[in-house]
């Protein structure tokens, strides 16, 4: 069975930085994506990045692209999002995910994610 363990969510100043880690566990297959996705308080969960992890290609929404940054260490299934220069309207929930299998690309549309993690709560502070 499917697995994840999220860490690094918190409390942060706007203009400040965190990073996110989602361990995956329970599955094999040599090519998969793993993406985050959020959710804010009364709003859709939106897709913010994701990975593929054999060719390391990667996909991010406008709304993060050039702030965040996904990275993946296959040798223990975790995904990384480093997030930079934070702003109070990224204060969500953050849910990793993963599919599989995937080969080259990934996509951020999270009816092709199978399975998901708790979430893990970043509040940004004006």
């Known amino acids: 069975q499917v697995q994840f363990v999220e860490s690094g969510g918190g409390l942060v100043n706007a203009g400040g930085s965190l990073t996110l880690s989602c361990a995956a566990s329970g599955f094999t297959e040599d090519h998969y994506a793993m993406a985050w996705f959020r959710q804010a308080p009364g709003k859709e969960r939106e897709g913010v990045a994701c990975?593929?992890?054999?060719?390391?290609?990667?996909y991010y929404s406008d709304s993060v692209n050039g702030r965040f940054t996904i990275s993946i260490d296959n040798a223990k299934k975790t995904v990384h999002l480093h997030m930079n220069s934070l702003k109070p309207e990224d204060t969500a929930v953050y849910f990793c995910a993963t599919d599989y299998p995937v080969v080259a690309v990934c996509f951020l549309w999270p009816i092709r994610y199978k399975y998901w993690g708790q979430g893990t709560l970043v509040t940004v502070s004006s």
């Open positions: 990975i593929q992890n054999s060719y390391g290609t990667t």
